[in-house]
């Protein structure tokens, strides 16, 4: 199938053969390719602004926050002080974004591997780049793969937003690098990492937790609704050295005044815990 | 955009407009205009079998199973003693085939206004037909509504298994069904309704839930996870007359042997906690 056909751009991957999401474009705002990869933005009528990178949709404006919030909230939560984090991906800004918003949260990383995303974001992606604009950032533009390897025992919290493992993000799937997540940890570290659907990916789910667990003596999936995304359902593996954590009982509880003041649409405590409830085919796959 | 094209069959509609889900077809099974709907029947590369009514994915083999259980086990592991249940809707069988699995449910009557789906089901979807064969059951072709004006204080729990507000569902979303309803009901009865998602249709939902509460002192809109339905996100609306009911924490809780043993795919005590926890932004909306 085409990818543009009367304004309408249909997505489709090998990781989900036999069914495409579309959506009507208003106008293409971007698109080019850079060192790395195939960068689209468009303007829609549903969706608001749409990222697409390599044909596959990143993020939409109407939808992006339950993503970011998720993969930041759940593992700042976990840590008792998670002071000092690192982003390794997320080169549109909106994890930064939503990290920034942790009141124990006291410095940001961010190494992004495409400075054409993060310039692209900058100009079309506002809701999502004003993350770049926080003064806890310091961003790098750089292989967050090579990164750790210079930076040992300086994270309270690692969260990994990448793409899905066919191209650039494949090595961030391994388990050396949780290994190498591991070693940027301080004691008592947490990381987050995307983790596909178990809808459609239940081998990446379970290689991906399994890797996780090798490392880390707590580890979990957790799962969050995201239209756009396939299945509009995707997962995190979370891994902890902390071994008195309990990964679904947020040691940082916010009350709804305090979501509200930091305009968190989707996170809040409830959802935390039930994010980590799982159907009873995915249990019975992820603990055999 | 044409529905079927090169064997691709697009879903398309006003409710979501904007955006389609489209899936590959092997074969199409069947295709009729009933007295009251389109029906359509397909075999397809990843989805399986697929049941679709005026052109809208009413369910797929993949993943119906979520749909159903937790339409049917989210109120009867609320209600204390569910002996009697009373289905509206639900003509492909696939909520009787769930409904009948709880071991406190002795009778199931059920009311479906279109023969038509009942026949293609029992020849082209068994998987979901199977349910009609249940000896707990007594099935009735005519109009739910028309069929619960006859039948008052009968039924411990009632779920409404519609298709959308568009169409002949539409007296099914309306607030003087919730009071017929609530007088089919014994005392201490339990009411659950299809109510939409809330990613695309807050307003179907905050309306669907102010009718119930309305008539039921006892309220609350849960959530699950299905695929092939618009936004991957669907939900219901729960009401009680029992007030001592908590409906996030189930009178039956079952064990992960039992869930097994009962081929419950999807629901688990868990996850029926789970369903009623909510995004901050569906919080804020239907609590408003």
């Known amino acids: 199938m085409d990818t543009m056909k009367k304004n309408w751009f249909t997505e489709s991957c090998e990781m989900w053969p036999g069914s495409t999401f579309s959506f009507e474009v208003k106008e293409v705002l971007y698109h080019e390719r850079s060192q790395f990869q195939d960068i ?11 990222l697409v990178l390599d044909g596959i949709i990143q993020c939409t404006q109407k939808d992006e926050f339950s993503y970011q919030e998720m993969i930041s909230f759940l593992p700042l939560c976990c840590h ?17 974004r939503d990290v920034a918003k942790h009141p124990k949260v006291k410095e940001i990383v961010q190494v992004e591997i495409d400075a054409k995303v993060i310039e692209v974001s900058k100009k079309y992606l506002p809701f999502m780049a004003v993350g770049f604009e926080s003064k806890k950032l310091t961003l790098h533009v750089g292989d967050g793969f090579e990164f750790m390897k210079n930076h040992s025992h300086e994270f309270d919290v690692i969260i990994t937003d990448s793409s899905d493992p066919i191209g650039p993000a494949v090595s961030l799937f391994q388990e050396n690098y949780f290994a190498l997540m591991k070693s940027a940890l301080k004691p008592n570290g947490i990381v987050c990492s995307q983790a596909g659907t178990f809808w459609e990916s239940m081998g990446l789910v379970k290689n991906t937790l399994r ?6 003596p707590i580890a979990a999936y957790a799962t969050t609704s995201v239209p756009t995304y396939p299945c509009g359902q995707i997962g995190f593996v979370i891994g902890s ?12 509880k916010f009350s709804l005044e305090e979501i509200k003041s930091m ?11 039930a994010a980590f409830s799982l159907p009873s085919f995915v249990k019975k796959e992820i603990e055999s």
């Open 40 to 50: 689209q933005v468009f303007d829609t009528t549903s969706l608001g602004k749409v």
């Open 80 to 96: 008792k002080n998670p002071e000092k984090v690192l982003i390794v991906g997320g080169g549109d800004g909106g994890v930064a």
């Open 241 to 252: 050295l902390d071994e008195s954590v309990k990964l679904d009982q947020p040691t940082t």
């Open 211 to 216: 890797f996780c667990k090798n490392q880390f």
């Open 263 to 273: 305009n968190l649409r989707y996170y809040n405590s409830d959802i935390h815990k």
